[in-house]
């Protein structure tokens, strides 16, 4: 719990989900916010995220805490404002397509019902009543309780749009000015200018890198993903959204380097409101946004082979979107050593849209000196040695 | 000389031969086709294959009615009526 | 052993209308090694759509379109029918959807000619969306396809030389339409109209179809605009605002729609001399019509075997195209509407983006917040265009209209409403799903 300083203007750099759900909470602490970013809302990783709000990958540790805490948050914003109508509450049903995968799968549920997790088992004769258009070949379905999904720009339209504020747009920031104490920043340099603020927020995700001197420790980690056309019947026939247990794997911190040889996928179909399916979707150690047919063919051979159904449709649209990833898999967020007015939240990887409004939550109070409720010293920046933060 | 025919909502459709389903269709009258997965009206429109409107399922997969030549062993259905 | 995943060609044409066949015929006369992808199972296109399983009577420019055929015969272009372009993806592969196979094959090309041809442009209308609402050319190839008219009464509206056009063609089929609303006023234009007289070939066959009309009194109504359609008691109702105030209304059952064309162009990779060469080509390239695209076929497929051959070829457009240009600045200025098309007076519950359902008051509201959102804001927020014609009825208006009410807007995300991503189409998740060949690691 760090002191806070008196003053009561900020500068949050990037209208990601991060970014904008820092400036909501602000300004609801009555700071006053300049919300900035290079291009326009979500017009990153934001928005081209799968739209997971969820726990159910996820390993007991401090990722595990932060999201349930993280999934509660959206189910009150959902219930109280501003985000209502946006969270679309539904399980996770996580599937062992053969008995390697339900063994790992059932190890998996251990520990998320250890950590509180409402679960369901379907098996055998259960499965086909419970999940009638997926694959007989299914061998274990885990419904994962208390989950959902939002759609990532349309969080960050609304949580900017319930601050106030609003942003500055193709405003990128160059450099962090350091004051002439040298330990707190005096403003961002802007071609439009510097601005000048008490605190000073950096939520600019894949953008964060270069600010602070990260490159290296935040990277890009792309994944690939198709929306279908609608089909109404057969998105309401699946109870939540499906998850093949191979995605426990695909999530591993430690990847091969480069290349094709070094990707991974994990099957994620996610029944979306609409009517229409999103699948998921690849991990690749790269920052562009280019979809390849060689990726989008094994993502949907594996969703025909678990949904049959799905080979009718058409896709409508490929996408990627590139998350920040951190060498130890754990975000940075809290103070930046050596300076007492700057912060980052970065390098939430595939939870960005799970975190957002948690982080933005998290960094107001940081800022405004309240107790936070979540213990930052995984994701303290300061732990990546050897480099100073700010170059 | 027409020399095939397709069912359609329980009417009989006859077709030349090469002729796309919507304009076999449009021949015999039929202007509507049904609602697609968002509830909008479908129906020919622009010809080319752009505006997604003429949309019809055969053999369980949706198609530009505009670009499919019609078959007689074409299990030709409304979209709306596809299970599905 | 298994056939090879990726087809190699000197050239991929796509588009299987005058300019593409134009272009493909030019290329393998060059001696390269040329595919040409079409999207519908035979070719010609729009202008020259061909009948099914009748005579090639009555079809407009079927000589030419028979020379073309015979260009292309025996040039060993390998035709690859009921192929659609879907794009190309991040290595410049270029991936068709072979719809009758349910496959999608790549084809690696050292460059690409595309001629997709034009779109037409659509105005948002109240009850533009409804069944029995089409555009003018589609009903146009509907005539040229099957040589008769769909039943029932035919309203043509919109602005364009096309509207008159088809008007002709359904007199000469014996079914005059009940009237031809435009929203310009030719005859007031005589500036344009003298201009016009350096191009014989149009005027006589603007006044080929004017006689016709004429003497099957079909009312050509100009300095009208269709101002809403609705179905009543199984018909359409067409209410149409006449010159010097007034309305009048019109019952049909078929009403085309037409408000002039634009290059095809959503969402086509852009023109590049990088590896794979794309080239754009006829209407795609740039809306001129038919009597521009042979000559701009064989501009393109020049140029691109000059780019292949490394040499520097004369960058001058055709004289033809040049005339062309000309004759189409005169055209548009002839049928300019006499008011200005009111988007600002469209009631808030019409259609602007038909595969969403998304209304111009839905537009509305957006554009009335505080903050000024982006276009691809817009786009993704509002949902315009997020369906599945990816934009190509509706990123115009859109656009147009967010232009008038922010003239400033898109500071951010700049991009149109439809970028360049693929598939470019709607496209088959089992042809997209099918791994005969490629496997990952492989």
Known sequence: MGASIGGKTVVVVGAGIVGAATAYFLSRSGFAVRLLDANAPASAASGAADGAVSVASKRPGPMMTAALAGIALYRRLERDGPLGGLFHERPTIMVAEDEHEAETLRGHAEALAGAGKQLRHFEGTALPSYLPSVSAHVRLAVEVGEEGHAIGYEVVRRLIAASGVAVERTTPVLELVKSSSARSIAAVATPRGPIEADHFVIAAGGGSAELLGLSGTVRPRKGQLVVTERAPALNASLPGSLMSCRYLLSKDAILAAGGAAGRRFGLVIDPLRTGQFLIGGTREESGDTSNDLAAVRIMLASAVRLLPGIARLRALRAFAGVRSATSDGLPLVGRVPGYDNLIVATGFEGDGICLGPLMGRTVSRLIAGEDCELDLAPFAPGRFERRSLVA | ?84 | MAEPAISSFDVLVIGGGAAGVAAAAELASAGLSVALAEQRPTLGGAYHRQPVGGSARQLRGQRQWLRLLRGLAGAGVEQRLGHVFIGLESDGIAMLDDRAARRIRSIKARALVIAVGAIERVLPRPGWQLDGVMTSGGLQMLLKETGGVPPGDLLIAGSGPLNVAVAADLIRLGRPPVAVIENGNPFARPGAALRLAAHPGLVAEAARHLARLASARVPWLRGSALAAIERRDGRLRATVRMPGGGSRMFAADIVALHDGIRPNAFGLPAETQAQPIVVRAGDCREALGIRAAVADGRHAARQVAAMLAGTVRDGSADRKIGRQRRAQAILHELFRPVDGYGLAALPDDTILCRCEGRTVGDLRLMLAETDAPGLREIKLNGRFGMGLCQGRFCADAVRDMVAAARPAVDGGASGPLSRDRWPLRPASIAALAADDELQEGK
């Open chain 2, 1 to 84: 000389m027409t020399t095939g025919s397709f069912a359609w909502r329980g009417a009989t459709i006859p077709f030349h031969p090469g002729e796309s389903v919507a304009s076999a269709l449009m021949r015999a009258g039929v202007l509507q086709l049904g609602q697609d997965g968002a509830g909008c009206r479908l129906r020919y429109f622009c010809g080319i294959g752009a505006c997604q409107s003429c949309l019809v399922s055969v053999g369980g997969t949706i198609v530009e009615a505009c670009l499919t030549p019609a078959g007689d062993d074409l299990n030709i259905k409304a979209v709306e009526d596809e299970d599905g």
